[in-house]
T-cell receptor, first 114, second 115 residues
């Protein structure tokens, strides 16, 4: 059973507009959430994270929102740039249950068109 | 500083042959992970080391997969014999502390194709 779900395999956005990537989770023990970005033929790179005690974390053009009651988080990219085109993975961690290991979703491929 | 280094980048082998992947983590990172990423999927943990001890190998198919981490630094992941379903990208990652809270640093991965 997938504990971290990214239900949109792909997303296409125009340059300059907002990109919103969504992630749902089922394990209520998760207490830390991260987003990773992956370019082809490279490993995933850390983008932004949020603790479960917060509902928002912002870093430049990237903002992650967490809705614990809905077990949902989203990544907003504003404004989107062509260089943001990549696969984005949502990941979650819990000290209890997953021993702090990261559990990943399947990823969403973002395409930002000029 | 150098990142997580993996080799080889690509490997093509025939089924039933053995194969090995090597990983050199970031200096000072005591936690090392091996993940497998199948096509269209997210990375899935195979094994996690704290220094030289494997603290979580519950997802490692032990009938054909083995791993070691010599002196708590470099690590090798081996498959013997390989099966067609083992075709995937094998990712190594390291972190300073043994939780996901600070994120992992991943290597570029080894893409294995079993024919």
């Amino acid at each position: 059973d997938q504990q971290v779900k990214q239900n949109s395999p792909s997303l296409s956005v125009q340059e300059g507009r907002i990109s919103i990537l969504n992630c749902d989770y089922t394990n209520s023990m998760f207490d830390y959430f991260l987003w990773y970005k992956k370019y082809p033929a490279e490993g995933p790179t850390f983008l932004i994270s949020i603790s479960s005690i917060k509902d928002k974390n912002e870093d430049g053009r990237f903002t992650v929102f967490l809705n614990k009651s809905a077990k949902h988080l989203s990544l907003h990219i504003v404004p989107s740039q062509p260089g943001d085109s990549a696969v984005y993975f949502c990941a979650a961690s819990a000290v209890i249950g997953s021993q702090g290991n990261l559990i990943f979703g399947k990823g969403t491929k973002l395409s930002v068109k000029p | 500083e150098a990142g997580v280094v993996q080799s080889p980048r690509y490997k093509i082998i025939e089924k039933k042959q053995p194969v090995a992947f090597w990983c050199n983590p970031i200096s000072g990172h005591n936690t090392l992970y091996w993940y497998r990423q199948n096509l269209g999927q997210g990375p899935e943990l195979l094994i996690r080391y704290e220094n030289e001890e494997a603290v979580d190998d519950s997802q490692l198919p032990k009938d054909r997969f083995s791993a070691e981490r010599l002196k708590g630094v470099d690590s090798t992941l081996k498959i013997q014999p390989a099966e067609l379903g083992d075709s995937a990208v094998y990712l190594c990652a390291s972190s300073l502390v043994g939780t996901g809270y600070y994120g992992y640093t991943f290597g570029s991965g080894t893409r294995l194709t079993v024919v």
